[in-house]
Each structure stands twice: as C-alpha cells, then as structure tokens.
C-alpha cells in the first residue's frame, strides 16, 4: 500500500526535543512537495514547514522559525522535522502530507486539502 508514515512522535517537557519522521511507502519523494501539519484540540490545521524535493527550499510558520528544522533524504525517501526549544503550545497531533503539484506556500496555507498523501498523525504532548 502507498503511504506516509510518520514517526519520533511523544512526551517532552518544555524546551525539550523531539525529531519527527515521514516516510514514504511504495512511492518516491521526486518532484513533491513534503509539508508538515499539526493540529491541536480545537483548533484548525495549521502548516507548520515544508520543504521541496525538487530543490530543496524550505518554508516555515512564524510560530516554529528558529526552533524547528526541516530535512530529508530523497535517497531513503524521507523528511524529518527537527523540533528543538518546545513549547506547550506545539502539542499536537502533527502529520505530513506530499504532494507533486503544489509548492509548499501553497500547501502551508490550504492546510485541508486533498493532497497526494497524508500520514496517520504522531502525537506531540509537551508538559510545562
């Protein structure tokens, strides 16, 4: 079955780490763009960074900028999303989404739409 598979998701106190993955199954990151999503009880999806395979370039909300780091590996078909200094406010469910026709400014701000591919979501609880 093609699909997203995310990982690295769970528990951390605040101005922890945590390092979140997105793989892809049975299909190949080549032209897409990759974004991550995250959404909190109550609250509308947000995007929250993005990066393109085709060339590399990165997009990050204001709220993450500083603190998280985005990157893959076209070769292993995966995108990590590396979350330093966290705050209660970044829990949530955070997924990731590909898509081959939209640029990530697109994506980061229709966060509902039917891209390509979605992952299931990797919980993220930061405790103060």
């Known amino acids: 079955e093609v699909q997203l598979v995310e990982s690295g998701g769970g528990l951390v106190q605040a101005g922890g780490s945590l390092r979140l993955s997105c793989a892809a199954s049975k299909f190949t990151f080549d032209d897409y763009a990759i974004g991550w999503f995250r959404q909190a009880p109550g609250k509308e999806r947000e995007g929250v960074s993005c990066?393109?395979?085709?060339?590399?370039?990165?997009y990050y909300a204001d709220s993450v900028k500083g603190r998280f780091t985005i990157s893959s590996d076209n070769a292993k078909n995966t995108v990590w999303l590396q979350m330093n200094s966290l705050k209660p406010e970044d829990t949530a469910v955070y997924y990731c989404?590909?898509?081959?026709?939209?640029?990530?400014?697109?994506?980061?701000?229709?966060?509902?739409?039917?891209?390509?591919?979605w992952g299931q979501g990797t919980q993220v609880t930061v405790s103060s």
């Open positions: 989404a590909a898509d081959r026709i939209s640029t990530c400014q697109a994506m980061m701000s229709l966060t509902d739409m039917p891209y390509d591919y």
């Open positions: 990066i393109s395979s085709s060339d590399g370039s990165t």
